[in-house]
């Protein structure tokens, strides 16, 4: 019995590239957003609790879909976006000097998202847009 390989559907990398760019929107917003977050009578530690959870869900998301696609695809391309963009978000939530830092915080986190964004874009495009 021949191996099947495992495939992520198309709307996988969709959903991915949906997210991250919600996410960089999200992220560019911050300043605006933690003026309004004690007016509606949310604490910080929720807003910090989200944030991790979405990033965590972003980098499996991005790591098993991105692994998927090149082994059909065989192309790097979209690995030399996910990575900085990973690395911007991971440090914008875990470096503690950008994390306090709300206008680089939310820069780091925006062209972190975008990256993460191009590269679902880019991996969708190498494994659906054209026949292997």
Not at 34 to 55: C, D, I, N, R
């Amino acid at each position: 019995m021949p191996h099947k390989r495992l495939h992520l559907p198309p709307w996988a990398d969709r959903l991915g590239a949906f997210g991250a760019f919600l996410c960089a929107l999200h992220c560019a917003l911050i300043p605006v957003a933690l003026a309004l977050v004690p007016t509606f009578g949310l604490g910080l530690a929720s807003w910090h609790g989200f944030e991790a959870t979405f990033v965590a869900l972003a980098t499996v998301l991005a790591v098993t879909s991105l692994y998927l696609g090149y082994r059909g695809h065989r192309a790097y391309h979209a690995w030399l976006l996910v990575g900085p963009g990973l690395a911007l978000t991971w440090a914008g939530l875990l470096y503690q000097p950008l994390h306090t830092s709300v206008v680089p915080h939310a820069v780091a986190m925006a062209v972190g998202g975008v990256l993460i964004a191009i590269a679902h874009l880019v991996n969708l495009r190498l494994s659906w847009g054209h026949s292997h």
